[in-house]
């Protein structure tokens, strides 16, 4: 059984950092697609990153040069480390998973193509 269990959320000021964590239990992350979304106060569900099972990452243009996305396989984790946030990142943060092995950059984002997901953990970024 697939399961996303993501944690590391929590309050900061604008310009800190968080690390997000998603550990994922029923399947190797080295062999899915993963990826994390978000949902803002009065906002749809918007693509933030992902890494597919060859390591090839794609970032939302929001978060480029701020956040990257990493695994541990020997953990079997995926991670979204945030930096230089702002008070506009304020979101639930979800971790995604989907089987097929690479996602093109071009439709990543779209929230249909992925079929497990965790709970979510939020992120409160006050300015």
């Known amino acids: 059984q697939v399961q996303l269990v993501e944690s590391g959320g929590g309050s900061v000021q604008a310009g800190g950092s968080l690390r997000l964590s998603c550990a994922a239990s029923?399947?190797?992350?080295?062999?899915?697609?993963i990826a994390w979304f978000r949902r803002g106060p009065g906002k749809e569900r918007e693509g933030v990153a992902t890494?597919?099972?060859?390591?090839?990452?794609s970032y939302a243009d929001f978060v480029k040069g701020r956040f990257t996305i990493s695994q541990d396989a020997a953990k079997n984790t995926l991670y979204l480390q945030m930096s230089s946030l702002k008070a506009e990142d304020t979101a639930m943060y979800y971790c995604?998973?989907?089987?097929?092995?690479?996602?093109?950059?071009?439709?990543?984002?779209?929230?249909?193509?992925?079929?497990?997901w965790g709970q979510g953990t939020q992120v409160t970024v006050s300015s």
């Open positions: 890494i597919d099972s060859d390591g090839t990452t």
């Open positions: 029923g399947f190797p992350v080295k062999s899915y697609s």
């Open positions: 995604a998973a989907s089987r097929q092995k690479r996602i093109s950059f071009l439709w990543w984002w779209l929230v249909s193509l992925w079929e497990y």
